[in-house]
């Protein structure tokens, strides 16, 4: 433990920090979970240091470390600025060289064989069709041939996502490295055997989750398992097993098939690509006309079972006559095959499923994209059974309670914790791990909440309805924002809450002349941060995509107001399709599915507000509920503990005291 002392020590010192207690005090959980090898989770608040507190123990004790992170910002933080920076320092203290690399899921990297490949299939062919990406072509290709480029999108230069997918292919369309051309420069092969060796490898949640699903390696192996930003993993795991059929999928498959082997049987699939196509177009048409019929569906549509079983039994037939194709020697031909092989395997695979949905699995349709989805109510099964019987897992965010338990957040990950122990024999056997053995930590933060913040509760606002928010909402947050001369991220639960806002701010606001910056559908959310931050006057409004990871310290951000307890909508189909599930079992939906979730993302969207030391603000949660139902407390024991009050005219006047010393300031 000394050394793991001396070590944080040196790596606080290079990134320019200051010691934490903690900091501390994680590193040294960390350094015993690795040690005894057992779990841990660890709920670091905001400013705690929490990268350094897993990664220093976990480089301390030689063990080859997979970190898997929620979000691309923090996954660069980690590999652009922590690691290099305290690599040096580490290798002084430890008298050893230290390696980290990421690894990404193939489709992150170009494909040099499809690039250069002799032979085009439908994703070039959209290229020719559409002049005006010739000049993105040219970019990537220039790009691609440039000495030393990594070939990871996030590197590449910014271009239209069809160049992207024109020249790159999923990890079930790759031929392979041995069998293909590039094989010894191709840039995933090469990004997967740097990983191989390195003492740190980061990933994201999605491919971890992939891996464990499917119980097929992807991911290099590890001695142990970090999981930064754990609150969102059963999220990010559900995403990512969620099957989706589209005629624009079915439809590229059976146009690949028929390029690459043109006879009856790629004929027949291209037949009923088109008769699939054509339902679920007129499907979709009928959900648009009867919006009830919209979202989870009990079972599949009539009119699709016979256009998804042709999709099915056409595609199966045409991946039959590629097995049985062993003449094809010809590098492109081979890897064309490939990419037949895998979209068709794909589509085959999952028409099977929608086909005979599985009893724990929820199915909807989303008639915006004529798509069809099929999910797993729950995941903590396979995680528990594929993930915490292998290798220690340490498990950490600045939200891993709710109303101060760990419970929920550790069962959805898979632990086995509270009446479950009993209840539930051991799956720990031969050397594996068992997922009961599981430590909890709550390391604190080292903000003083209750002295630089305040969560306003105002009584008086009428509870929210369906409509979006209320004028008396609408009116309040006015008052607020001309009070804090700007300075606020708005956060709502909906698209027409930020429409609503943006409209009634731009009236009563006009005079004053603050920038209001408003996310629209599909925005990025990084260049609308970037804007907000860099003038602190401006109001920043946005939906669910803004409620995490956002991270703006100083005067830019001194009022965060949030329209309404953000309770799953009712027609959210895997929300919904669990509460009932909870309630057919003699629980409670409500308790254990909407009320946790509520909870979670509220601890995010409060988290916006201090990211500093010398951060001060207000939280306004104008939704009454939160304070006039029973459920309130639960919520608010999930928040910083900032000062409470609701006296507006308390709250206005402090926002407008924090405004004039900025202003003062010059800021």
Known sequence: MKLVQEALDAAVVAIGGQAREGQIEMAEAVANALTDRHHLLVQAGTGTGKSLAYLVPAIVHGKKVLVATATLALQRQLVERDLPKIKPALEKVLKRDLTFAVYKGVGNYLCLQKMNGAISDPDGEILMEIGALEKDQKRLRAWAQTPGVSGDRDDAPDVDRRVWYANSVSGRECIGKDECTFGSQCFSANAKAKAQTADVVVTNHTLLAIEIVDSHPILPERDAIILDEAHEFMDRTTQAVTEELTAGGVERAAKMA????????TLAFAKAADEFAEAIGDFAKDVRVDPTRAGRLPELPSSLVSPIRKVKEASAAVIALIQADSDVIDPDAMAQRARVKG?????????????????????????????????????????????????????????????????????????????????????????????????????????????????YLPRHIPEPGRDGPSLDALTELGELIEAAGGRTLALFSSWRGVEMADEHLRKVLADLKLPIITQKRGDSVGPLVERFAKDPSSILLGTIGLWQGIDVPGPSCTLVAIDRIPFPRPDEPVMAARSAEADAAGGSGFMQVSLPRAALLLAQGTGRLIRSLDDRGVVAILDSRIVTKQYGSTLLNSMPPFYRTSD?????????????QFTEQGV
Request: glycine share 6%; net charge negative.
């Open 258 to 265: 028929a390029k690459h082997m043109p006879n009856k049987t």
């Open 343 to 455: 979209a068709t395997n794909e589509v085959q695979q999952i028409a099977s499923k929608m086909l005979r949905p599985g009893a724990h699995q929820v199915m909807w349709f989303e008639p915006s994209f004529s798509t069809l989805y099929l999910a797993p109510l729950a995941v903590s099964g396979v995680l528990r059974a594929n993930l915490l019987t292998q290798s220690p897992v340490i498990a950490t965010s600045a939200t891993l309670t709710i109303g101060k338990s760990f419970d929920a957040i550790a069962k959805s990950i898979g632990f086995v914790v509270g009446s479950e122990v009993e209840e539930e024999e051991s799956e720990a056997q031969n050397g594996e791990i068992d997922p009961a053995n599981v430590q909890m930590l709550d390391v604190g933060s080292p903000f003083d909440f209750a002295a630089q913040g305040m969560l």
């Open 648 to 660: 507006g005219a308390v709250i206005r006047d402090a926002l407008k005291r924090l405004n004039q």
